[in-house]
């Protein structure tokens, strides 16, 4: 028979293996950190792209070039597109969202665990592609025949089907979060006569706020690097926001010119991306900062 380990050599593989995988999931963090911010600057520092420009010009189109030579960079159309549907479709998300987690771990738990959480699981499998054509063919035409526009593209429709997209994210989230709030909490606001309804919203979504802003953090993260189905319901022309204008995010300008751009029209696309990076962080500073005030 195999001589076992000793259980501190067992203590200390097991340390070594799990140190091993933070280490590289950290080494792979950095790695994409470097490149995208090498090549997002690279457009600004060693190509000419004025930040002033990139940040406030409104024409974006980098198969042309402007008097200077450079190709149209004026990314604002693009920032605040994506800036606007991501505000949209999280507040169309959020209520709904938390209400649902709510439901489900709170109010009727055994049809959240038989019934709804399978079904919130086959939400979270369905491709983003098969959510554009729902979206293109029900949501598109609705706006069309509710609002009577000629043209059927926009933010709104946009808006309304990453709602859908986030729903998933945010209330597994929201429910593994409410389900680790300890039951004592619960109780002793029952035994100081709350209500249970009161007691939900007083107490157990108050303890559950970090893991709800966790949720809200990576619904917000999946609306604004979705880029499939934003192209078949908001449309692919970079016009300022309108909420029945075809108009252009920052994902949809990277999935649709990446694959020919070359020179300084691939180091404008990995700005772009950087901007969503940096984004993407500000948001979560910004909500890890307020639940720290809120705790303090």
Known sequence: MAKQLPKRDLENVGLGVTGACVALVTLVVAALIFMVAQKGLSAFVKDGVSVVEF?????????????????YTGALPLIVTSFAVMVLSTLIALPIAIGSAIFAVEIS???????????????TGIPSVVFGLIGFHVVVGLMKSVFHVSTRLGILPGAIVLAVMILPSIISVSETALKAVPKEYEEASLA???????????????????????????????AI?????????????????????????????????????????????????????????????????????KKG
């Open 192 to 222: 100081l006569g709350a209500t249970h309804i009161e007691t939900v919203f007083r107490v157990s979504v108050p303890a559950a706020s970090s893991g709800i802003a966790a949720s809200i953090v990576l619904g917000i993260g999946r």
């Open 55 to 71: 940040f406030t010009g409104t024409k974006w189109d980098l198969a042309n070039t402007a008097e200077n030579g450079l190709p």
């Open 109 to 123: 738990p055994k049809f959240g665990s038989k019934i709804f959480q399978p079904l919130i699981e086959l939400l």
């Open 225 to 293: 690097g979705e880029a499939m189905a934003i192209i078949m319901v908001a449309g692919n022309v970079a016009n300022m926001p309108g909420l029945f204008k075809s108009v252009r995010f920052l994902t949809t300008a990277v999935a649709s010119e990446m694959s020919y751009a070359s020179g300084l029209q691939r180091q404008a696309l990995f700005s772009i991306a950087l901007v969503l990076f940096l984004f993407i962080m500000l948001i979560n500073v910004v909500l890890n900062t307020l639940l720290k005030r």
